[in-house]
């Protein structure tokens, strides 16, 4: 089996883009990046599934199982967009509810959590 490497170069570019935008701060940002992170391993499932073949449902004369497509890959695409719509309108929610509270999207450093990270580098946090 041999994959196509135009697809798998797409795939890191679009995997990349999404671990940059998880990384910022702003909330539609984090969920652009999660899109984009998941319909990159979307697309890796289907590349990985094999190459293009007849469909998957066989009668009973049809004795040919090398020519037809994968299923399995099929299905845990069609799963996995399901599960990534899902987690959007999951963290539209939160980000509209944060919106609501704050007046901002950006997520802000927690003020305990910067006493914690102080204590762990031995800084006093009282000043």
């Known amino acids: 089996m041999s994959a196509n490497i135009t697809l798998l170069i797409l795939i890191a570019v679009l995997v990349a883009c999404g671990v940059y935008l998880v990384l910022e701060r702003a909330v539609s940002k984090m969920l652009l990046g999660l899109m984009l992170f998941g319909n990159a391993i979307n697309l890796l499932i289907i590349t990985l599934g094999g190459r293009d073949g007849r469909p998957p449902i066989l009668g009973e004369a049809?004795?040919?199982?090398?020519?037809?497509?994968?299923?399995?890959?099929?299905?845990?695409?069609?799963?996995?967009?399901?599960?990534?719509?899902?987690?959007?309108?999951?963290?539209?929610?939160?980000?509209?509810?944060?919106?609501?509270?704050?007046?901002?999207?950006?997520?802000?450093?927690?003020?305990?959590?910067?006493k914690v990270a102080s204590r762990r580098e031995g800084e006093d946090p009282e000043k």
């Open 62 to 114: 049809d004795r040919v199982h090398h020519e037809t497509a994968d299923p399995l890959a099929q299905a845990m695409v069609l799963t996995s967009i399901v599960i990534t719509m899902g987690l959007a309108a999951f963290v539209l929610a939160l980000a509209y509810r944060a919106y609501m509270l704050t007046l901002s999207e950006r997520v802000e450093n927690d003020p305990e959590d910067v």
